[in-house]
């Protein structure tokens, strides 16, 4: 049944057709050869996949993000973190690091943020005589930091298809996502000095106040969701719905001028657009994950590894090898709603925590997204940069290593997630 399952979903891939049509396809020659194929299996889990309270959250976030790019919010992010450490050798990789963390906490989207960060930074370094494709290379690391800070889609995906704590995932990816940044900034440390890259003039205590008045609103956003769900005051979705009256206030408010009245409209067309995708995805999720459950696949799997080892620590790092693979080519939001049903329960059996796996796997993803050739940021950076898949894949291999070496420590260390985890939910 797992060669079915993997068999019919890569060939239909490989043809091109569209990821949640050939999941439906792989679920369809399970049924056939199990010999329980009915149309109304198919039917009634596409309904149940998208009827999801939790998944509510996930159009709303993309409203929030939608609306905070529209209304100038970016601009003043990467304003604020250019006055705090431009000034530095090498100060706009640092800005670009840092506005990254800034916007992870805003929108949850590795794509949404490397656009953002791309497009008001790469023109700067490039003008300032960095080297374009380790630039690009940084911003594109810089934006797959979004998807494990909360507010983080892919965790609410992993969340509703394993049916973990969406809170606790959030709280959980709060130290990972800084220690992916401290990684970059140690990474880029060495690349500046040896680049003699140029720094930005020093703001004055003055400038750094305004900057940072401006930015505030912005700030708070983040903060709002971490302490709204660790006081236990809303859930992921009712944030998600606080994150868009909030986008919304400040932007008619606090940052009046960038977003108009008329500009709403297109906002929640391109808002539609992406959650109808995103929705769609998750229904045709469902009925493979059903049919994954009935033809026992996770079973299946988990008698084969156990077979190789019964060592956690080992058991997780054949799982991180296989996800790295997996990542190289698929982009994150399919191969979390096909890959969680089939891995956790065997995760569970070792006596792994879910929450904890289940950071790894969106860390362990979101590097496939900086991977060619099918590295979804990366070709988003390249679109901007104006250069080659070739370059800048030249330029992002010492953030890809840096990164990679900070999931196998967390994979080595798991209380460098559990620890603080604890922290946050008590």
């Not at 590795?110 to 494709?133: K, Q, S």
């Not at 130290?175 to 900034?185: N, R, S």
């Not at 005051?233 to 008329?262: D, H, M, N, W």
């Amino acid at each position: 049944m797992i060669w079915i399952f993997l068999g019919v979903l890569f060939f239909f891939l490989f043809l091109g057709v569209p990821v949640a049509f050939s999941m439906i396809v792989s679920a369809i020659a399970m049924l056939l050869a199990l010999g329980i194929f009915d149309t109304r299996i198919i039917a009634q889990n596409l309904v149940i996949g998208a009827n999801s309270f939790p998944l509510m959250a996930i159009p709303f976030f993309i409203l929030a993000g939608e609306i905070m790019n529209a209304g100038g919010i970016s601009k003043r992010v990467v304003e604020f973190a250019s006055t705090l450490v431009g000034h530095i050798r090498g100060g706009l990789g640092y800005v670009t690091i840092l506005a990254g963390v800034m916007f992870a906490g805003l929108s949850g989207s590795a794509v949404a943020d490397t656009a953002a960060l791309g497009a008001i930074l790469i023109p700067m370094m490039a003008a300032r005589g960095y080297n374009i494709n380790r630039a690009t290379g940084l911003v594109a690391s810089s934006g797959i930091i979004a998807p494990i800070i909360p507010p983080s889609i892919p965790l609410i995906m992993f969340g509703v298809v394993g049916g973990v704590s969406i809170t606790q995932l959030f709280m959980a990816g709060i130290v990972p996502g800084i220690l992916f940044a401290g990684g970059l900034m140690i990474v880029w440390y060495f690349i500046a000095k040896r680049d003699n890259a140029e720094a930005l003039p020093k703001a004055s205590r003055k400038e750094r106040i305004q900057a940072f008045t401006k930015a505030i609103w912005a700030l708070f956003l983040p903060l709002i969701i971490i302490v709204g769900l660790r006081g236990g005051i809303f859930t992921p979705t009712e944030a998600a719905v606080v994150a868009v009256v909030y986008a919304l206030l400040i932007s008619f408010t606090a940052y009046r001028g960038e977003l108009k009245i008329k500009d709403l409209p297109a906002v929640f067309v391109n808002a539609s657009k992406t959650t109808g995708i995103v929705m769609f995805l998750a229904a045709a999720a469902m009925v493979t994950a059903w049919c994954i459950t009935v033809a026992q696949v996770p079973a299946e799997l988990g008698e084969f590894l156990s077979g190789i080892t019964t060592n956690p620590i080992l058991l997780l790092l054949l799982l991180m090898v296989f996800l790295l693979l997996v990542g190289v080519v698929m982009d994150m939001t399919p191969a979390i709603l096909i890959f969680t049903p089939v891995l956790l329960p065997i995760v569970v059996e070792a006596g792994i925590d879910p929450v904890y796996f289940g950071i790894l796997m969106v860390m362990n993803l979101c590097i496939g997204l900086i991977t060619p050739p099918v590295g979804t940021v990366l070709y988003v950076g390249c679109s901007i940069s104006k250069i080659s898949i070739v370059d800048i894949t030249k330029g992002i291999w010492p953030f890809l290593l840096v990164q990679i070496t900070i999931l196998v420590l967390l994979i080595l260390f798991p209380q460098l997630v559990t620890v603080p985890l604890q922290w946050f939910i008590n």
